[in-house]
């Protein structure tokens, strides 16, 4: 292969390399990023190659420390995703404690208003029985007293025919 096809194949690695570091940012997806990172990195080597510039170890060496520094920044972004996403739960942990004391709250007040809500039925019903007694004892007293006298007219007037 001639070096111009090593440097336009060493430029193809480096464009898809990007791409794909691009691509595994914006969908989160950490080793897709990393491979790009790689492939980018082999893609400088083989242009470099290509074009004569450095010796062997040159190269892999700065290619090593170019893969060793994505993977640190790598590992940075890792974990501060994972601070992040702890941080979201613990956000959400504490607004979901708060919204369940405010459901328990707010189920006791209604618990309350409905016990106060039966004792004020429960008077009123009391009150409408005794008023309903009242009046049967009323008309039971009445009905003795008619019958008392029905009988008393009763006897006499067997007294008087007798």
């Known amino acids: 292969m001639t070096d111009t096809w090593k440097n336009i194949e060493g430029q193809k690695d480096e464009i898809v390399g990007k791409v794909k570091e691009v691509f595994g940012k914006a ?3 950490i080793e897709t990023q990393a491979k790009g990172i790689a492939q980018q990195v082999e893609g400088e080597i083989k242009q470099a190659a290509a074009k004569g ?4 170890e040159a190269l892999e060496s700065a290619a090593e420390e170019r893969i060793n520094a994505a993977e640190d920044a ?16 613990d956000d959400r942990l504490s607004q979901a404690i708060t919204e369940g004391k405010e ?9 309350e208003e409905l016990r106060q809500s039966a004792i004020a039925e429960n008077e009123r019903v009391k009150e409408e029985d005794r008023e ?3 009046e049967a004892n009323k008309l ?4 003795s007293d ?3 006298t029905a ?3 009763t006897l006499n007037n067997t007294d008087e025919n007798a």
């Open 132 to 134: 309903a007694a009242v």
């Open 103 to 111: 459901i328990k709250e707010e189920a006791r007040r209604k618990a």
């Open 27 to 29: 969908t989160d997806n």
């Open 53 to 56: 510039r450095g010796d062997a």
């Open 140 to 143: 039971s007293q009445e009905i």
């Open 151 to 153: 009988i008393e007219d």
């Open 74 to 89: 790598i590992s940075r972004q890792i974990s501060e995703t994972h601070e992040s996403v702890q941080q979201s739960a």
């Open 146 to 148: 008619r019958a008392e």
